[in-house]
């Protein structure tokens, strides 16, 4: 199922981060923090009573001056009004409504998107109360009271905010055609690939728009199948500000992603692979979406008999959290194994959704534990007791042992790799899931 997507816009310093924080720190379980990705985490997936959504901050560098600051307001309404499927619009109670806050509300208003207005640092509601009203001269519905920092009135602002979820991703789920998002930095091919991909079957069913948000699907068909590649090219807006165009770009390939099975992450042969590469990517792991890495431009790389291998080390090592991604060398500009992209989609999308017996997949942890003796701790040893598939889309795994503080880290990736010997499991994530016998879970 996509999650619906929530963004939270705003003027500089009226507490768009501590409530993105607060949310993402109380209420919900974030993902951990993956090696290679930005500690500054500006998307969280949240949980509010049975609904599940994901968080955006849209926050960015603060200038100084203030025409500056209204054009970087509108810059971010618009990356809500484009991506989210809700837009929270916070606003400062102490500082009262200024001219930014209504030009911005105008944008908001007119895009048709839901709009909970949020009226942060109301402390207290008996001295601050009345001046909550003025608000409701933007014109965007009733302002809701809130403090991000003492925590007041985020129940109702949730509540306010999941009314607007609509069925539409539920009937997303029902699709069943593979569904691949190519990501990737700006100017890297991503558009030149899904051209490519369109000439060489010379089949469009159509092109529609994406059913929650403006991004273009193009539906192609390939010996029978029909795939949908959802194209996050294109949506990169002019700015001076290179960290805006990366935060920019990691809030829609969050969007991409969350829609897809597979994901397609195209790294610019010419370029190399960068931090912002592993940036964008690093959704793909948490969301336990397929992943294959597209090398393009490798037509324009002079190459030797090491070429290929030293490039492939400078990628895996980037990119070392996500091992599993399969890796191919393209070219968008000849054609140069484009078409094995729907090979290894396929591949990828049948792994997705394999099933190991219980009983075999025990044979592999005896055998596992017998080879590397579990972690021990103050005379105290980790005891596996059985292990068992649960889900697919991904392939996740329940391990009951009599202590999962014992459990650390680097024995679930012995066994991962364990089970990747036996099963493969090429491109996609896996999910495991650690219980003691008495329920407790990691």
Known sequence: MSKPIVAIVGRPNVGKSTLFNVLA????????????????????????????????????????????????????????????????????????LVDADSKVADMLRKSGKPVVLAVNKVDS???????????????????????AASRLG?????????????????????????????????????????NKLIGENRVIVS??????????????????TEYVFIDTAGLRRKSKIKEDLERYSIIRTVSAVERADVVILVIDATEGVTEQDAQIAGSAPDRGK???????????????????????????????FMPYAELLFISAVTGQRISKL???????????????????????????????????DKGKRLKLYYMTQVAVKPPTFVIFVNDKELMHFSYVRYLENRIRESFGFRGTALKFIIRERNGKEQ
């Open 25 to 96: 720190g109380e209420m919900i379980s974030i993902v951990k923090d993956t090696p290679g990705v930005t500690r500054d985490r500006i998307y969280a997936d949240c949980s509010w009573l049975d609904m599940n959504f994901t968080l955006i901050d849209t926050g960015g560098i603060e200038p100084d001056s203030k025409d500056i600051i209204l054009s970087q307001m509108r810059e971010q309404a618009q990356i809500a009004i484009d991506t989210a499927d809700v837009i929270i619009f916070i606003v400062d109670v102490r500082q009262g």
């Open 125 to 147: 509601f008996q001295k601050f109360g009345n001046d909550v009203y003025e608000f409701y001269n933007l014109g965007i519905g009733d302002p809701i009271p809130v403090s």
């Open 154 to 194: 985020l129940g109702d602002l949730l509540d306010e905010v999941t009314k607007h979820f609509s069925a539409e991703q539920l009937e997303e789920a029902e699709d069943e055609r593979p569904r691949v998002a190519i990501v990737g930095k700006p100017n890297v091919g991503k558009s030149s690939i899904i």
């Open 207 to 224: 092109n529609i728009a994406g059913t929650t948000r403006d991004a273009v699907d193009t539906e192609v068909v390939h010996n029978g």
């Open 290 to 320: 397929g992943l294959i890495i597209a090398v393009n431009k490798w037509d324009a790389i002079e190459k030797n008999d090491k070429t290929i291998y030293e490039h492939t080390r400078r990628i895996r090592d980037t990119l070392s």
């Open 342 to 376: 729907f090979e290894l989609i396929d591949m990828v999308r049948e792994n997705q959704t394999l099933r190991i017996a219980t009983g075999v997949l025990n044979e592999i942890m005896t055998e596992a534990v017998a080879l590397q003796q579990p972690p021990s």
